[in-house]
């Protein structure tokens, strides 16, 4: 069969084999399929779905596009990873590595960058001083072998399919399509050699979904196809109403995020790493059930030996402590501008999408792929729903880059909170 043929197939709902399916990921792969082609591939996918066998088959061929890290089984130290879809404040990673470490896990942890009010892992990183997200693609595993994790961005050898799909999904409008969602997420994950996995699947005003019931579409299909693809897979949802912890901003939540590893810090952000943790303690049979695992989780936190891992994971990959201690005690880098309630009442809702809007707006994340960040700009000290607050109370701390530019986002942010 042709590959024009193949197309046609597909255009009029029929199924694919897995060797048609591997035949067009290697076309993608290899740069010999013309752009024109996988667009039409992916509007069909997009208007006539995939079956399980197709998307089975889809995101294993894009996961063996590239190198798949290969780890020593060692049942006493699995491999395993955590996923979010993304969402406002989420810098839940930030924590949770050395969290997983600490408790013996290995965590090889390829990150992404931020687009739109979705903030990246690695932009976060990259706001600590000399830290370094690159890694070859021959020392992640000899490096997590000896650290216990690694918090790196992914590699040119890494399924290369998936970069140039995922290039073509942005200007084909074929985004939302779950099974290329699942594909694209699952191939990704799947090529770090994880023995189990966690989905952190957002719904609400800022995640990629909006509705809950979409939401669990897509966690029931990449949890079956994951387990399917020999990893255990476990997803649950969470909402994306409202940001995750006190602060949005790249600097911003990385000290927020050590705040969380000093057993400081917001209830939400650390109830999220525990859960992440905990599910993962159960899903590799360390612990029977998710009292049990949210236990060993909350006693590893508070023992303090994750916060040395995260010093420890620092200095292995390249940043300059000093520079960095020095950064966490000094005053944020950027204007700041309290904003202040204009009502008493108790907070009825926070909007995380206009959260996000501004942070992004401010410079803090990327309105194009190509945009420069201001890693130090943000939003801190946010409140949250069922919190009163009296007239004149700070909402929030603003940060900009200069005074005219917090002034041009004050009231916008002010619009997130409702007070009743």
Not at 42 to 59: D, I, Q
Not at 97 to 126: C, E, N, Q, Y
Not at 213 to 233: F, P
Request: net charge negative; with cysteine; glycine share 8%.
């Amino acid at each position: 069969m042709s590959f024009l043929q193949l197309l046609e197939a597909k255009r009029d709902g029929a199924a694919l084999s897995e060797d048609q399916i591997r035949s067009f990921v290697k076309g993608v792969s290899t740069d010999t399929l013309p752009e024109y082609q996988i667009a039409a591939f992916l509007m069909a996918v997009y208007f006539k779905g995939l079956n399980e066998a197709e998307t089975r088959a889809l995101t294993l061929s894009m996961r063996d596009s590239g190198i798949v890290l290969q780890f020593q089984p060692d049942p006493a130290r699995p491999v395993v990873d955590k996923h979010s879809t993304g969402g406002v404040g989420d810098k839940v990673s930030l924590p949770l590595a050395p969290l997983l470490a600490a408790l013996g896990f290995r965590v090889p942890m390829i990150s992404g960058r931020g687009l739109g009010i979705t903030g990246g892992t690695l932009d976060k990183l990259d706001s600590i001083p000399g830290f370094s997200t690159s890694l070859p693609v021959n020392e992640i595993v000899d490096f997590v072998e000896r650290i216990g994790c690694a918090m790196i961005r992914q590699t040119e050898e890494m399924v290369p399919a998936d970069k140039r799909l995922y290039a073509m999904r942005d200007v084909t409008a074929t985004v939302p399509s779950i099974n290329l969602i699942t594909a694209s997420i699952l191939s990704k994950k799947l090529s770090e050699g994880l023995d189990a996995l966690v989905l952190d699947v957002k719904y609400g005003e800022a995640a990629f979904m909006k509705t809950r019931e979409d939401a669990q579409k897509l966690a029931d299909g990449m949890a079956k196809l994951g387990n399917a693809c020999g990893v255990k897979v476990e997803a649950f949802l969470n909402d994306m109403d409202t940001p995750l912890g006190r602060t949005a901003g790249n600097w911003l939540e990385v000290v927020e995020s050590v705040e969380c590893l000093e057993n400081r810090g917001p209830d939400d952000l650390r109830d999220l790493v525990l859960q992440c943790a905990g599910r993962l303690l159960v899903l590799t049979g360390r612990e029977p059930d998710l009292d049990a695992g949210l236990a060993k989780a909350k006693a590893c936190l508070e023992s303090g030996a994750p916060r040395t891992k995260w010093i420890e994971l620092l200095e292995a990959q390249g940043a300059d402590l000093k520079a960095y201690e020095e950064k966490l005690k000094s005053p944020i880098q950027a204007f700041a501008l309290p904003l202040t309630a204009t009502k008493s009442g108790t907070i009825s809702s926070c909007n995380a999408r206009i959260i996000g809007e501004v942070v992004r707006d401010l410079g803090g994340g990327r309105a194009l792929k190509d945009s420069v960040l201001d890693l130090n700009v943000g939003i801190a000290e946010i409140k949250k729903p069922g919190e009163r607050v009296e007239q004149g109370e700070k909402l929030c701390v603003l940060y900009a880059r200069n005074e005219s530019e917090a002034a041009a986002n004050a009231e916008r942010t002010r619009s997130a909170w409702s007070i009743m």
